[in-house]
């Protein structure tokens, strides 16, 4: 049996990573079929649209699809293509799991944490006007129903992965109709989980306790915004952007694709970091039960990072894209 997956590589380095991903992915066997599809500033310049409805459809009908960063211009021009998708989609929980690996130098040497992003609502709901010249509202749309389903979703994976620990983490003291309701949704479902440890913090001391020491973390259960900022740092505490995974999950489609955007200080040198988008790749391995061909890669990948010769630039050497590729590709 192939599994078929919808393949958006995206923009900037999208396209160098991806590659890069299917190459080890074929040399480990994986039984995957791929069906590429436009995205981002690419598909406006093809098809005016950077997620056209032809994109939409695919992933639809394979229920997976493994995404390149996209690029979205600052100040207007188009809408990202990564919120649309995610609302076209109904991918509800942005799932991070963020892990220190092997021969990868940072200051904390055990930290293995989830973040867990509620991905359709919050600022990201686009809602937008101008009041009046020079005065703009931005709605933070912030429903019990989501915060409900996100809610579940977290308990219901921490039951069956063992994780006993959780932090929602907001600003229910400045804004406590929405942070609010979050927070009461958070409650109310782990209120069914009497085994399961649930607290909350204010999401700037959260910061604050991360960059001190990240390791008493488990999960962290995030609205929309303050997701998408701590998923960044907490990057930052494992070897940076060009490492963490990342999938958006919903009940009936997943769409794997790395924390990182499209680097467009690096972008079209072949000297990006793959393994934020091959460690995706793996998790929708494990998502379809291929847990064995996932171990592997992983396994390889823990190999050449142990030696640290032939690691990128971004993890302290020299190697390209294709020769860290070639590395792992050698150890499989
Ligand atoms: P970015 O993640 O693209 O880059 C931040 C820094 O991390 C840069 O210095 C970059 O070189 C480095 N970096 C990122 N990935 C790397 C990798 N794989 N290997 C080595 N270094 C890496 O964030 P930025 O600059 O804020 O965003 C650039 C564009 O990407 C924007 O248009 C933004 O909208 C888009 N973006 C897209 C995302 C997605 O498609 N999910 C997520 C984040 C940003």
Redesign the pocket.
Known sequence: MKYKVTLIK?D??GPE?TDATCRVLAAAGAPIEWEEAPGGAGAVATHGDPMPAATLASVKRNRLGLKG?????KGGGWR?A?VTLRQELDLYVGYRPVKTLPGVKTPYTDVDLVVLRENTEDLYAGIEHEVTPGTVLTLKVSTRRAGERIARWAFENMRYTGRRQIHCCSKASVVPLSDGAFHDAFHAVGSEYPFIQRHDLPVDNLAFQLALDPRGYDVLLLQNLYGDILSDLVAGLVG???VVPGANIGDQVAVF??????????AGRGI???L?VLSSALLMLDYVGEQKIARRVERAVWDVLEAGVHV?G?LGGKANTAEFTDAIIDKL
């Open positions: 995206g900037g380095i990573v960063p996209l690029e979205t211009p990202s990564n940076g952007l060009g694709e790395a924390v990182h955007g499209t680097a467009p200080d690096i990006a970091n793959p934020a990128t971004d």
